[in-house]
């Protein structure tokens, strides 16, 4: 067996050696527990007291894929512990009790558990962990994007100039619409009517409430922040301190993604360029960092996206032009794996979808996790390139790349919004938006704003509040392939705006793909899903010849084109069918 | 005895304790992780649960006898005590212990006690037949060896 948890993320199939840290203060049950995931072949490290579960994964911030925590500790609150992980760490946490009352399960999937384990513990609950994990992986890349998009979208209200007129344009429109769908889903989100148990609110993280998040964050000094202290002085009454400590979470890993990216655009010299190494021609998707980028530690590399091989490679549909590179994700084909990937319904379509593209850049992650860091820092170039690119093209192409890590030129939307500088590509999730799937694939842009926005797929515009992100209530919602035209899709993620744009094109092209993240494979993962997936599905499309998306008129009549394109697309979501014939289309490389 | 009646035993004493309600489900997932690497698994887990529950059947004697009569440390005690106990998949014990939690929540405090003597003796009574029944698969399995 492997040391402590203090290993690298396994190379093998997916989930084999996925490595679990166990708390509990009963020296029986962790023994049993212990039995039961070695049995699953999950590397397993066990812990009496919850000050040292911190210790240890403090000691070794990627030594662990995922925390199963009881909630009775006599050291500290096993909810308390479960912040500390989200937070420090952002690793996905399952807690375990003999109290299955609703008050308390309710309890920590407010504080952000993935899931609620009743004990006795069965086997089978425990072998299905790694979805946890790889759902985390997935929208990660999405909040990441997401807040990429709205800090563009800040920057690019005050005061882009850009002489391009389709940025300007695209980006009030873009603003307007957020505004008024921020409106909206603030009041939306005031209105739990979700499905969930939880019935939480959702907080539609909006660029101006992210805005004064970022103000409060500055001002409190980055590193004495505390959801409490931002939570005061954003001086927002219908906020809770939840919702600001998910978003916090969120926040910091996004600013420790692009503290990366800029010492790695420093030294590789922007990702941009078209010599990346993944070539620049969309064809060559795969491989390259595969955008997975966040997703690369996935473990969930094979998520096993049922079938469909999709091998998203997002790469950048740049291939037209230079450098898209960016955004190459690879997106792995992996699938035959068995993620479990329920595409086929329609209402969860976009889960399976999802999948694909996470599979497929799970499994890329896989691969893309080792060499990732040798190929290029490109991972980010995923925004990176939007940013240059679309001053300059103001093609489509420069929304998929830069935004979509995972690989639909929906992301480009960012790059309308206008991204004159090179912000954080915006990736909200659009960028994947299929577009480049040259058509067959229906990419969905959708998908990429769907999930950062919160996933927010379901048409309902339920925003999702940021910390759902981590439970399953994050299913519930948004499936926002709504983005375009409405932003509707709250724009939790300003992203969404950009989406828009990228989703026009996608829609135009029909994105049917069905990625509709949402689907998930399960509960749980519907909502995350749709995010990870989105990306995935994205990138497979970019490749594809973009140029015919681009035609459209992108940013100008995106909007309208993609609301509808979008909204009819969304219907349909996931289509099996169209998922193989996109995963042809996606696998031009 | 010879090898078949050893292990007709075995398998009669380990039906009864399911059919006579001491032990669930869990028992058997136990005897399920019971392999090469662990082949007697289930006898240590059950080994470290009664040295384990010694010391949380402590806990609440004390908070028990403590006056004024903590029933929000009561029922953590039991709650600790009903967590472990569900591990080997004691089930007259573990009703005891939802029982008891009912009399800690209306904050009856002769019921806790009769309760908790109730679960005392169920506690007592399920290790000796657990021990009898291990005692057994031991001869039953050195029987077949020999």
């Known amino acids: 067996m492997m040391d402590n948890g203090f290993s690298s993320p396994r190379k093998d199939a997916f989930p084999v050696g996925l490595r679990v840290l166990v708390v509990d203060d009963d020296p029986t049950w962790l023994k049993i527990l212990e039995k039961m995931l070695r ?53 996905p946490v399952i807690m375990m009790s003999v109290d299955g009352e609703t008050s308390q399960v309710m309890k920590g999937v407010q504080h952000g558990a993935c899931d609620y384990l009743l004990k006795p513990i069965r086997m089978k609950e425990l072998r299905n962990i790694w979805q946890h994990v790889l759902r985390k992986k997935i929208n990660e890349v999405r909040d990441i994007e997401i807040l990429e998009g709205m800090e563009s979208i800040q920057m690019a209200r005050n005061g882009l100039d850009q002489s391009n007129d389709g940025h300007l344009l695209c980006g009030e429109d873009l603003t307007s619409v957020k505004k008024r769908k921020d409106v909206e889903s603030k009041h939306d ?65 996004y600013l420790s993604r692009l503290q990366k990216e800029n010492d ?41 996206f049922s079938g469909n091989s999709l091998l998203v490679q997002n790469v950048e ?16 084909a992996e699938p035959k794996r068995a993620l479990t990937v329920e595409v086929p319904d329609p209402h969860k379509p976009r889960s399976s979808q999802m999948e694909f593209g996470h599979s497929l850049t799970s499994s890329a992650s896989e691969v893309n996790y080792a060499e990732y860091d040798s190929n290029f820092p490109t991972k980010f170039s995923w925004w990176e390139i939007p940013q240059s690119r679309l001053k300059q093209e103001q093609k ?12 639909w030129p929906g992301k480009q939307q960012h790059i309308q919004v206008d991204y004159p500088q090179p912000a954080p590509p915006i990736i909200s999730g659009s960028s994947v938006t299929g577009r480049g799937m040259g058509g067959s694939v229906k990419i969905k842009p959708l998908y990429d704003e769907c999930r950062k926005n919160g996933s927010q797929v379901s048409s309902t515009e339920s925003t999702i509040e940021a910390s759902h992100v981590q439970t399953k209530t994050y299913k519930v919602n948004h499936q926002t392939f709504e983005p375009i035209s409405t932003n509707t899709s709250s724009l939790k993620n300003q992203a969404s705006n950009l989406r828009c744009i990228s989703d026009l094109e996608s829609a135009q092209k029909n994105i049917n793909w069905g990625m509709s993240p949402f689907a998930t494979l399960d509960d749980d993962f519907q909502v995350r899903w749709v ?27 995106v909007p309208t084109h993609l609301y509808d394109a979008v909204s009819f697309d969304y219907q349909n979501l996931y289509d099996p069918t169209e998922c193989s014939l996109i995963e042809q289309g996606l696998f031009i490389a | ?82 967590g472990s106990s569900s591990s080997i998949g004691a089930k007259k014990v573990n009703m005891e212990c939802s029982q008891f939690r009912e009399y800690c929540c209306a904050g009856n405090i002769e019921g806790c006690i009769r309760t908790f003597q109730q679960i005392k003796q169920e506690h007592a009574t399920l290790r000796k037949k657990l021990e009898n029944f291990f005692q057994l698969a031991r001869q039953a399995g050195q029987a077949e060896t020999a």
């Open chain 1, 264 to 304: 790695t655009k420093i030294s590789v010299g922007g990702i941009k360029h078209s010599d990346s190494p993944l070539g620049d021609s969309a064809n060559s998707f795969g491989t390259q960092n595969s955008i997975n980028i966040q997703q690369n530690d996935v473990s969930s590399r094979s998520c096993g």
């Open chain 1, 396 to 407: 489509p192409l420069h929304l998929d790349d830069g935004f979509s890590h995972l690989t």
């Open chain 1, 39 to 91: 049995k699953c072949s999950y590397e397993v490290t066990t812990c009496g007291l919850a000050r040292d579960a911190l210790h240890l994964l403090r000691e070794r911030k990627d030594g662990y894929d995922i925390v199963i925590s009881d909630v009775n500790m006599p050291d500290m609150d096993g909810f308390k512990l479960l912040e500390h992980v989200g937070l420090e760490m952002d690793l």
């Open chain 2, 1 to 82: 005895m010879d090898r078949r009646h050893l292990r007709q035993q075995v398998t009669y004493v380990r039906k009864s304790l399911f059919d006579q309600g001491y032990l669930d489900d869990q028992f058997m997932q136990l005897e399920d992780l019971q392999d090469d690497a662990n082949p007697n698994f289930v006898e240590e887990i059950v080994a470290s649960f009664y040295s384990d529950s010694a010391r949380l059947i402590q806990n609440i004697e004390q908070a028990l006898v403590s006056r004024p009569v903590d029933f929000g440390k009561l029922d953590d005690c039991m709650h600790q005590f009903k």
């Open chain 1, 189 to 253: 989100d005031k209105d739990p009517g979700d499905n969930s148990s939880t019935k939480k609110a959702r907080v539609v993280w909006s660029v101006d409430l992210h805005q004064k998040f970022v103000e409060a964050v500055n001002q409190i000094g980055f590193d004495k922040v505390g959801p409490k202290k931002i939570l005061d002085l954003m001086n927002v009454p219908w906020l809770t301190r939840e919702n600001v400590a998910s978003h916090l979470q969120k926040y910091r890993l």
């Open chain 1, 531 to 557: 995010q990870g997936d989105c990306y995935a599905m994205n990138l497979g499309l970019e490749n594809i010849d973009f140029p015919e998306y681009f035609d459209r008129g992108l940013l100008a009549d």
């Open chain 1, 317 to 332: 549909p740049r291939s037209h032009d230079n450098d898209r590179k960016g955004i190459v994700s690879k997106i792995v």
